[in-house]
C-alpha cells in the first residue's frame, strides 16, 4: 500500500509539473503572438491637406499599400482640387492595418493641366473657300445649340450650316438635361460669341444621321473640339485610325479622365440630380 501510495504521489506530481509547463508554455506562445501580431500592425497616417503626390510620399515611406478613388464632393474653388477627404471602408486617422492590407485613400477631383490643342494646327488652306463646297471655310456665328452643336454662316455663299462638332459628345442640355450639359454649352457659347475668326474644316465628314455637318472647328487658329476635351465637358468619340486628329483626342481623353473631371464623374453644382434638371 505504502508502494502504491507514493507511486501515486509521484504520479500527480509529475502531472502537476506538465501542467505547469504547458500553462507557461502557453503563455509565452500568446505573448510571442500578440508581439508578432503588433509588429504586423501599421497605424494610418494623417493625410490632412495633402495632395495625392505628397499622400503616395507619406503612404510609401509606411510600406502601406494603397489606390485612389475619387470623392462624391462638390469642388467650390480650385484651393480644393486635389485634397485628402478620406480613407476608405470606414478607416479613419489612426486606424491599425496589417502589414498586407491594402487601403483606399479617396481625394478630391485634380486640376486640368494639360493643353494638347497646342499640338495641332491649321494647315490647310480656307481663304476664299466654302466649307460646303470646299469642305473648309470661314464662317460667322449663327447661334450655339449646346455644347457640341452651332448653327454658322458660309462667308463665301451665305448659306446657313447646322453644324455637329466632330470627335466629341458633351453632355445634353436642350431637350434632356444632363449634368454638366449646361456648363459645356455656357463655354462653347462664350468660346464662339467671342471668336474673331471661325474656320470649318470637314476633316472628311459629311452629315450625320439628323441631317447635320459634321466638322472641326477652328476658333482663332484653336482647335475648339479638342479644346472641349482638355476641358473635360466631352470624351473623345474619333477613332485614332480615321481621322488625323484621332490619335491627340485620345490623349487628351486619356488626360482628361485622369483628372475626374466634369464629364468623367464631377458633381456638378448647378445640377439637381434628385429631379434631373438645372438648377
Aim: aromatic share 10%.
Amino acid at each position: 500500500l505504502l508502494a502504491s501510495s507514493a507511486a501515486s504521489d509521484v504520479y500527480k506530481r509529475q502531472v502537476l509539473m506538465m501542467k505547469k509547463i504547458l500553462t507557461w508554455f502557453l503563455l509565452i506562445f500568446t505573448m510571442l503572438l500578440v508581439g508578432c501580431t503588433e509588429e504586423d500592425k501599421i497605424t494610418l497616417p494623417d493625410l490632412t491637406g495633402k495632395s495625392r503626390d505628397e499622400i503616395t510620399e507619406t503612404l510609401e515611406k509606411s510600406n502601406i499599400s494603397y489606390t485612389f478613388k475619387f470623392a462624391e464632393k462638390i469642388i467650390n474653388s480650385d484651393d480644393e482640387l486635389d485634397k485628402f477627404v478620406s480613407y476608405g471602408h470606414g478607416l479613419q486617422v489612426g486606424s491599425s492595418i496589417s502589414k498586407d492590407e491594402k487601403v483606399v485613400v479617396y481625394t478630391t477631383v485634380l486640376p486640368l493641366t494639360e493643353n494638347h490643342t497646342s499640338e495641332v494646327k491649321i494647315d490647310f488652306e480656307w481663304e476664299n473657300k466654302s466649307f460646303i463646297e470646299d469642305g473648309v471655310g470661314q464662317v460667322t456665328l449663327n447661334y450655339c445649340v449646346d455644347g457640341d452643336t452651332a448653327s454658322f454662316r458660309d462667308i463665301k455663299t451665305g448659306q446657313i450650316i447646322k453644324l455637329r462638332f466632330l470627335g466629341i459628345n458633351t453632355r445634353e442640355s436642350t431637350i434632356e438635361e444632363e449634368p454638366w450639359g449646361k456648363a459645356a454649352s455656357d463655354y462653347v457659347k462664350a468660346r464662339l460669341k467671342n471668336a474673331k475668326t471661325i474656320i470649318l474644316d470637314a476633316n472628311g465628314a459629311t452629315k450625320d444621321m439628323y441631317g447635320r455637318y459634321l466638322g472641326l472647328v477652328w476658333v482663332d487658329g484653336i482647335l475648339l473640339n479638342l479644346e472641349i476635351i482638355d476641358q473635360a465637358y466631352s470624351n473623345s468619340t474619333l477613332s485614332i485610325s480615321d481621322s488625323r486628329y484621332g490619335e491627340v483626342f485620345m490623349k487628351a481623353s486619356i488626360a482628361a479622365k485622369k483628372t475626374g473631371r466634369r464629364f468623367f464623374g464631377e458633381i456638378d453644382p448647378d445640377y439637381d440630380y434628385e429631379n434631373k434638371r438645372f438648377k
